[in-house]
């Protein structure tokens, strides 16, 4: 079966530093992996994807994402980190077996301390 | 463009009692999601509409959850009796087709509250 998880329940960062929120996935086959993004009271906004080709993908707000297919790995990374990028970050994998649904982590809290 | 429109945004009831969420996805958006999101967890997939057909209704609590695409356009997700276990934000998403390798695009949520 498809999963994803995000072992981190909570990732705290200083305002400039660099930021790198994780994800790992369990696929039989091609990964196509997303990263979503949710602040309070609000629905998930995509961030970027990765479907097949460059390992290193770049999506909104300035965020980018590392694939790393022998480590299963799908990091979400930023090179200097804003107090407004606090939010609930979700990695999802989609279930291309059968009925293509997307699969969600349990999601990472990022705090961005001024 | 419009996004994905909801409501209500929010819903206080008590247990045994019933409620409904609406959902009017992207125009032009062949599948329609509903995921129930606990405080704390990730989105949990509810029931997938292509059109108006059911594809993964393999979550779903049948003995107290429906949900319908009649026309394949917007979608109504019921809850009858509602237990204290479903207080949850519901989502609903839509995305260009089901097996294309887009993005889902997310609706602000309905927040229920189970007395």
């Known amino acids: 079966a498809q999963s994803v998880a995000q072992p981190e329940d909570q990732v705290n960062v200083a305002e400039g530093n660099p930021l790198t929120v994780k994800c790992t996935y369990s696929?039989?086959?091609?990964?196509?992996l997303f990263w979503y993004v949710q602040y309070p009271n609000r629905g998930l906004q995509f961030l970027l994807k990765?479907?097949?080709?460059?390992?290193l993908v770049k999506g909104s707000y300035g965020f980018e994402a590392e694939f790393n297919k022998s480590q299963t790995s799908f990091h979400l990374k930023k090179p200097s980190a804003l107090v407004s990028d606090s939010a609930l970050y979700f990695c999802a994998v989609r279930d291309l077996s059968g009925t293509y649904k997307y699969i969600f982590g349990t999601g990472t809290r990022l705090k961005v301390l001024a | 463009e419009a996004g994905v429109a909801q409501s209500p945004r929010y819903k206080i009831i008590e247990k045994r009692q019933s409620v409904a969420f609406w959902c009017n996805p992207i125009s032009g958006h062949a599948t329609l999601y509903w995921y129930q999101q606990i405080l704390g967890q990730g989105p949990k997939l509810l029931i997938q509409f292509q059109n108006n057909g059911v594809v993964d209704d393999s979550q779903l609590p049948k003995d107290r959850f429906s949900a319908e695409r009649l026309k394949g356009v917007d979608s109504t997700l019921k809850i009858q009796p509602a237990k204290l276990e479903d207080s949850a934000v519901y989502l609903c998403?839509?995305?260009?087709?089901?097996?294309?390798?887009?993005?889902?695009?997310f609706g602000e949520g309905s927040r229920l509250t189970v007395l």
């Open positions: 998403a839509s995305s260009l087709s089901w097996g294309n390798t887009g993005e889902l695009f």
């Open positions: 696929v039989s086959g091609n990964p196509y």
């Open positions: 990765y479907i097949t080709g460059d390992n």
